[in-house]
């Protein structure tokens, strides 16, 4: 059975992986727009991995004798102008999601609720990955820069990219 305090921490962080599932959508929308057909393929499968992770906080919450809450979502304000900066906005908040993992957390050893805490060394682990991948795609697209022809093998390739630079010690 989880508390009160454990309750809404989880329902917090299952606003902002739904956010996050939305963001990317709008991501994968404007790349497709844009002719990015990798890059679209890319950010929808980030909004759907995105979802992923809300459902299965919805889903040990209500287990552990809990209630999920089921909140609207933002509606994503950026405008997207360039692939670096769409890739630096998903690092960026990827990086903001590990520092919501983390507090999570510590709020779990705080109200010595192991058993969750346990539980979110997942997302922990799936933090690093995430982090990792974004960081090895925007390397790569700062070395492109503006060249349209270097942008057009990022697009057909970025799915390869991400695949082995996901592989390192870390990942499953
Ligand atoms: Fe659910 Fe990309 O963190």
Not at 2 to 19: D, G, S
Not at 23 to 47: C, I, K, T
Not at 58 to 67: C, D, F, M
Not at 93 to 113: A, F, G
Request: charged residues 25%; negative net charge.
């Amino acid at each position: 059975m989880i508390n009160k305090k454990i309750e809404a921490a989880l329902n917090k962080q299952i606003e902002a992986e739904a956010n996050s599932s939305n963001l990317y959508l709008a991501m994968a929308s404007w790349a497709e727009a844009q002719g990015y057909e990798g890059v679209s393929n890319f950010f929808y499968d980030q909004s759907d991995e995105e979802r992923q992770h809300m459902l299965k906080l919805v889903k040990y919450v209500n287990e552990r004798g809990g209630r999920a809450h089921i909140c609207a979502t933002t509606e994503p304000l950026k405008i997207f102008d360039c692939l670096t900066h769409v890739f630096q906005d998903f690092l960026d908040h990827e990086v903001e999601i590990t520092r919501l993992i983390n507090e999570l957390v510590h709020v779990c050893l705080e109200e010595k609720d192991y058993t969750t805490q346990n539980f979110l060394q997942w997302y922990v682990a799936e933090q690093i990955e995430e982090e990792a991948v974004a960081r090895t795609i925007l390397d790569k697209l700062k070395l492109i820069g503006t060249d349209k022809g270097g942008l057009y093998l990022f697009d057909r390739d970025i799915n390869q990219i991400t695949v082995t630079s996901a592989a390192g010690p870390m990942s499953e």
